[in-house]
């Protein structure tokens, strides 16, 4: 006869709620909230356009807001100002940067920066919940129970074998849901980012694990993701930076063994300075260019200034030989405002003639030797 009461039973007993272990994720503190990739950040800046408008500032403010993503690389795009990086500062510092940049590029100060969308900080919450979903951490802190009623509560009907399971930095802690609102202090556990949470209806560990396993997945892949984007950008930078330092290298060279196909205006006549004035690339030039940049201007001491003439011969083949003359008299002092406006094109020749007096003197200068040798001789 067997004995009923020294008899093994034919199934084990299920754990009550007491042998689950309690095991609380420390005491965090993150401190002030650090702007992140994928953040929008609001910049309001004051748009007077009215008395009435300009009494009231925050009113001006609303009038221009403008808002910008933080990009992969850490920055956002101003337009005007270029790329400022404010990710992983707080919003004084961030507005503190902004500042520097906008007095930099001779911009208005004022303004007012804000965090219009939360997307760089998140905890996951799924499970036995209303609707499993990422959560965001805003400024204010993100607490376990405020997580929870963020995905509309649970929804356990049993509680014997219910747990709050959270995966944090590689380790598991688990809360029993009977405890969790036995004990208020365990409602007001900081949720931090990177924060997985799992409303577990079974002893075992199976679902969770399959959970905690996703959203390192997800995690893993949103990085990998990032990580190549910001690699194809930064090779795409470095190949264009390439291209434009072989271009300038190149142009370099062709300047200095003079192989780049550049074009002329001649300058000639009572210049300081017989030479060639060079074109520049992209924009036009002016006879009063040419005349003062290189060639020092007209010859004072024996230059004309009533007799200033630009030629320009014929582009047509069938027509060689035909020049086009244009005369400037400088006599008159407003004349010179023309030659601000007179562009020039290749091969023209900018001709400056002599004085009167200078043709005199220089035949006498040419003359006098042979009198003096004459002289000499005469002499002898």
Known sequence: MVDRDCADPTFDVAPSRDSLELRVPPAVDPGSYEIGIGDVVLLSTPNFG???EELSGLLAAQNSRQGYTVQDDGSVNIPNVGRVRIAGLSI????????????????????????????SRKVSIGGAVANASVVPITLTPLFLGEGIDAVGGVTVQDLDFASVRIYRN??????????????????????????????????????????????????????????????????????????????????????????????????TGEVGAQSRYVLPFERTATLADALFGNAEGVAVDSGDVSQIYVLRAASDPR?????????????????????????????????????????????????????INVVRIGTD
Do not use: C
């Open 50 to 52: 009215s008395t009435v």
């Open 92 to 119: 004084e510092d961030a507005e503190a940067t902004l500042f520097q940049r906008l007095v930099e590029n001779q911009f208005d100060p004022t303004f007012s920066l804000e965090i219009a969308e939360f997307n």
């Open 170 to 267: 590689g380790v598991l802690y688990q809360i029993p849901l009977t405890t969790l609102y036995e004990r208020p202090d365990l409602l007001k556990i900081r949720l931090v980012d990177g924060d997985a949470v799992f409303v577990d209806t079974e002893y075992q560990l199976d679902q969770a694990e399959r959970y905690f396993q996703e959203q390192i997945l997800l995690v893993d892949a949103r990085r990998q993701a990032r990580t190549a984007a910001v690699v194809e950008l930064q090779a795409e930078v470095a190949l264009r930076r390439n291209q434009l330092t072989e271009s300038r290298t190149n142009y370099q060279l062709r300047q200095e063994l003079g192989a780049d196909n550049r074009d002329y205006v001649y300058l």
């Open 319 to 371: 027509e060689f030989g035909a020049v086009t003359a244009w005369h400037l008299n400088t006599q008159n002092a407003a004349n010179y405002a023309v030659m601000t406006r007179f562009e020039l094109r290749p091969d023209d020749i900018v001709f400056v003639a002599q004085q009167p007096i200078t043709k005199w003197n220089r035949a006498v200068s040419q003359i006098l030797p042979s009198l």
